[in-house]
C-alpha cells in the first residue's frame, strides 16, 4: 500500500461505498474504514450528518475535507493519485471518459436508485409497483446502450478505470435489490458479463470482496453481502 495519511472511506457493506473500495484498493492506497451501521441508520444521524448533508453513502475523508457522491470521489482519486484510473487532462480520450463516468452517476445509478427506492418517489404500493416496471425497462434500454457503445473502450480493457470501479457494483445490484429476476441476466450482454468476469479476478476486487463478504463472482454471478458487521440494506 501506499502511504497516504488522511483518507478514511465511511461506508457500508455492499453500497456505493463499494466502487470507492475498488478505486483505492486499484491505487494501493493506505486508508481506514468506518463501518456505517444502516440497521441503525448510522447515515442519518449527527455526525455523518456532519460530513455528508444528504445523508447518503460514502463520504471519503481526505486532507481536502470530506467527499461525498461516488463519481466526484472517483474522479478526485484518479486525478489526485493517478493510475491509470482516468485519462490525463491532454488526452483524446478525456472526454469520453468523464461523459462514462457522469452516465454511470447521473443515469445509470440515479435510474437504479428508482428501482430500489421507488418509495422515495412516488406514494402508494400500486404506483410504486408501476414505478418499478417503468424503470426495469429504463435499464434494459440504457444497458443495452452502454454494451453497444464504441467509445466505452475502458470496458474491454484489461487496466482498471474510475468508470469501470464504478460499473462494477451497479452490475451487482439489480440481481440482489431489483426484484424478479427475469428481467435481468448478465448473461444477456455479453459484453458487460466479460467486463464483470475480468473485473472481479483482479486483487484489489478479490480483497474488497474479502472485505465486505460479497462471494467468489460479486459482479458476474453476485450472492447477497454475509458481512461479519454491518448491512448492505
Not at 495519511?5 to 473500495?21: F, I, Q
Request: glycine share 8%; aromatic share 10%.
Amino acid at each position: 500500500m501506499m502511504t497516504q495519511p488522511g483518507l478514511r472511506l465511511h461506508y457500508a457493506p455492499d453500497n456505493a461505498s463499494l466502487c470507492v473500495r475498488l478505486a483505492l484498493e486499484e491505487l494501493g492506497l493506505d486508508y481506514e474504514t468506518t463501518l456505517l451501521d444502516r440497521r441503525q441508520k448510522a447515515q442519518k444521524q449527527p455526525a455523518y450528518l456532519a460530513l455528508n448533508p444528504n445523508g447518503l453513502i460514502p463520504v471519503l475523508e481526505t486532507p481536502d475535507g470530506a467527499l461525498y457522491e461516488t463519481g466526484a470521489i472517483l474522479l478526485w482519486l484518479a486525478d489526485r493519485y493517478g493510475g491509470g484510473l482516468m485519462p490525463d487532462v491532454q488526452d483524446n480520450g478525456r472526454g469520453a471518459a468523464l461523459k462514462w463516468l457522469f452516465w454511470l452517476s447521473n443515469t445509470l445509478h440515479a435510474q437504479m436508485r428508482m428501482l430500489f427506492y421507488p418509495e422515495q418517489y412516488i406514494d402508494g404500493d400500486e404506483q410504486g409497483d408501476a414505478l418499478r416496471s417503468h424503470t426495469r425497462t429504463r435499464l434494459r434500454v440504457q444497458l443495452d446502450l452502454l454494451a453497444t457503445a464504441t467509445d466505452a473502450r475502458w470496458l474491454d480493457s484489461t487496466q482498471p478505470s474510475a468508470q469501470g470501479c464504478y460499473l462494477a457494483a451497479l452490475l451487482r445490484w439489480p440481481s440482489l435489490y431489483g426484484g424478479p429476476s427475469d428481467w435481468y441476466q448478465l448473461q444477456d450482454w455479453p459484453r458487460l458479463l466479460a467486463f464483470a468476469q475480468r473485473t472481479e479476478a483482479r486483487p484489489a476486487s478479490l480483497r474488497s470482496a474479502i472485505a465486505e463478504e460479497l462471494g467468489a463472482t460479486p459482479f458476474s454471478a453476485p450472492q447477497p453481502a454475509n458481512p461479519a458487521n454491518g448491512s448492505a440494506i
